[in-house]
């Protein structure tokens, strides 16, 4: 069973800190070098100096001095909050998602609770780690999809609110009435996470070394994937060698693939398997691959000799996710693109 409960938030303090969009940013796996500097000259308390530090001592020593100056504050009571975030999707469309963040006990993947969908490296684990042993606290929130519907109506004025990268978030804090429904509503419910598998398996990791109970809890947005605002999008594979990967001439196509296609030379091959995209590409072994969600960008890089080919895929249904999930297997990275990403900021849980 999935065990949720309120947290007391640490959060920003705008009288003390500034105004939040200088202080909020994008999940740190997303972060390029050159947006952490812009980033980092935005305000000395952005929250990228934290998840995203010279060494995780520095961070650390920033998240106490922060705390000291009430820079960041805790709250005082536990509480669920509503997140709504409104954005314009890479197909140009505008949206809105809505979901709940709450305290998490996080589950071994074989207690089937919580379901990993995409494969992890250990490289990014090692890092998070090191930086959950030196702050105590999760400072960014992982994304998870819950196969169920919410209604929160009559919410007023938020508590929060904050533009960044062009996605507006607002939070409002639950009241306990809907706090104890939504205890219920999940105590039978299976979590899929959608973005942040490392740094699930990291609190994972750190409970079985620190032993405690507040280490088994972590900071999650639970998204309800009963709502036209939940979308997946693609991304598209860039090559530097396709390792004699090849398909059926087509003709250019148009926004809606017929499946994945390879493109080279000015040409279109599709890809032909009853697989999804991310694994017909993915037994190809293709190397030196990069990635983008703009299948426009992807030919225009192989036209300007950046790269011998593009991969342009479809994106892959949420019902796709949860099979592969519910069988127990992985896809490879990369297969779902969420948008938008969850911003890092809004709220904060201290392991104190």
Request: net charge negative; no cysteine; proline share 7%.
């Amino acid at each position: 069973m999935a065990q949720i409960r309120p947290f007391r938030a640490l959060r920003y303090d705008e009288g003390v800190a500034g105004p939040l969009e200088a202080l909020v940013a994008p999940p740190y796996d997303v972060v390029s070098p050159d947006q952490r500097e812009l980033l980092r000259g935005r305000s000395r308390h952005n929250v990228v100096n934290l998840t995203l530090p010279d060494d995780e001592e520095q961070a650390a020593r920033d998240l106490a001095e922060w705390r000291d100056a009430g820079v960041l504050v805790r709250e005082e009571a536990p509480s669920y909050w509503w997140l709504q975030q409104d954005y314009t999707g890479p197909d140009g469309v505008e949206r809105t998602r809505e979901g709940f963040v709450a305290a998490l006990r996080a589950e071994p993947y074989e207690n089937r609770v919580v379901l990993p969908h995409e494969r992890t490296h250990a490289g990014p684990k090692e890092g998070r780690l090191r930086l959950l042993r030196a702050t105590r606290t999760h400072l960014e929130p992982i994304f998870l999809l819950w196969d169920g519907t919410i209604e929160v109506e009559g919410l007023g004025e938020p508590d929060l609110t904050a533009d960044e990268s062009g996605v507006r978030s607002q939070l409002w804090r639950l009241g306990a009435e809907f706090g104890d429904a939504l205890t219920e509503e999940l105590r039978d419910a299976q979590l899929l996470i959608a973005d942040g598998h490392h740094r699930y398996e990291t609190t994972l990791a750190f409970h079985a070394e620190d032993g405690t109970e507040e280490s088994a809890w972590l900071l999650v947005v639970i998204v309800p994937t009963d709502q036209e605002g939940l979308t997946i999008f693609p991304t598209h594979r860039l090559a530097e060698h396709v390792n004699g990967a090849e398909g059926t001439a087509i003709d250019p196509p148009g926004d809606v693939l017929p499946g994945p296609v390879l493109y080279r030379d000015g040409r279109y091959e599709l890809l032909e398997s009853d697989e999804l995209d991310p694994v017909v590409v993915d037994r190809l072994q293709p190397s030196g691959v990069t990635y983008t969600p703009y299948a426009s960008e992807a030919v225009a890089a192989v036209d300007r000799g950046e790269a011998e080919a593009a991969f342009l895929l479809r994106p892959t249904r949420i019902e796709d996710v949860w099979e592969v999930a519910q069988r127990g297997e992985v896809m490879p990275q990369k297969s779902t693109f969420f948008y938008p990403k969850l911003t890092s900021g809004l709220l904060l849980l201290p392991l104190d």
